[in-house]
């Protein structure tokens, strides 16, 4: 008895000399996930916008999406933001069509800003995806790990159901819509070209892809070794295109100011202006980026 109490003895008194340990300081908290936030005219939705007698713009002020009504059903090439899908639809049936009429969807290039609407669309009206096959990766993976971006721009996966080459030809309707491939804002970026009339005369369109490189890294590239060939080549290829009438994924690189309606395409750019001016910032992006690493 005698044992047992001084070891309870000697225990308490361990106990009691043991230093006290600091509570550890608390971890800094989580940040909140960050969206993508984008100017203001790329979430104002227009009335539909006539640019041929065929095709219309039924996007926003700041985003281009192209409608082409065909003899069997429509057409649509780039569909916006995300939050894109109701007002496409809106404008569809503006223009006396249901949600089933949308027979095709074509891509320019698998960035947010322009396919961010497919999976919702593709899901609402039974629509099939034409995308590259570069563009058709991406689209599937909702735009993460994008080679510029990581996954600072994801938007809803969705999977394209035909993948084109440079020069095919997918044809609906009686319209033939040619796909030219210019990589460089992406590696899958595409432009096409169709052909339509304004008041009954013919008129050859062309929706070139973008040709800007927004804070690329365009030397040395490691996951993109030929950029820069690629841009040089794509320059090329937009200044050959049968180009009566040019747009582009956004409006305002090529000239056009959708909200003015009628004159909407006052100052619209030629195929080669477009080419060369784009190239001429290229260039300057690029003269900027070998100054910095010498």
Same mark, same amino acid.
């Given at each position: ?72 059903? =429509?057409? !649509? ?7 894109? *899908?109701?007002?496409?639809? +809106?404008?569809? %049936? #503006?223009? /006396? ?6 027979? =095709?969807? !074509? ?7 322009? *396919?961010?609407?497919?999976? +919702?669309?593709? %899901? #609402?009206? /039974? ?168």
């Amino acid at each position: 008895m005698r044992s047992q109490t001084l070891t309870c003895a000697l225990a308490a008194c361990l106990l009691h000399s043991t230093p006290a340990v600091a509570a550890p300081p608390a971890l800094p908290q989580l940040p909140q996930l960050q969206a993508y936030t984008v100017e203001a005219s790329w979430l104002q939705p227009i009335q539909p916008l006539r640019i041929a007698d065929r095709t219309w713009q039924i996007g926003t002020e700041g985003l281009t999406a192209l409608l082409v009504e065909t003899q069997d059903g =429509l057409v !649509l090439l780039d569909g916006g933001m995300p939050q894109m *899908a109701d007002p496409l639809l +809106a404008n569809l %049936r #503006r223009r /006396g069509f249901a949600p089933h009429d949308l027979r =095709l969807i !074509l891509s320019s290039h698998a960035h947010a800003d322009h *396919a961010g609407s497919f999976a +919702a669309l593709k %899901r #609402r009206t /039974g629509a099939r995806i034409v995308a590259s096959a570069e563009s058709a990766v991406q689209l599937a993976r909702g735009g993460s790990d994008d080679l510029h971006f990581g996954d600072d721009i994801t938007f809803p996966p969705v999977v394209a159901d035909r993948v084109v080459m440079d020069g095919e030809v997918v044809s609906q309707g009686g319209v033939e819509f040619t796909a030219h491939f210019m990589p460089g804002h992406t590696p899958g970026s595409i432009g096409w070209t169709w052909n339509d009339t304004r008041d009954g005369k013919p008129v050859r369109l062309a929706y070139a892809d973008s040709l800007s490189a927004p804070g690329y890294q365009l030397l040395a590239n490691p996951r993109y070794p030929n950029i820069v060939a690629d841009y040089r080549r794509s320059f090329a290829t937009v200044r050959a295109l049968p180009c009566d009438v040019l747009l582009t994924p956004h409006p305002d690189s090529s000239g056009w100011n959708y909200a003015a309606g009628d004159a909407a395409g006052a100052k619209a750019m030629s195929c080669k202006a477009y080419a060369d001016a784009a190239e001429r910032a290229f260039n300057t992006q690029l003269a900027e980026e070998r100054r910095k690493v010498r």
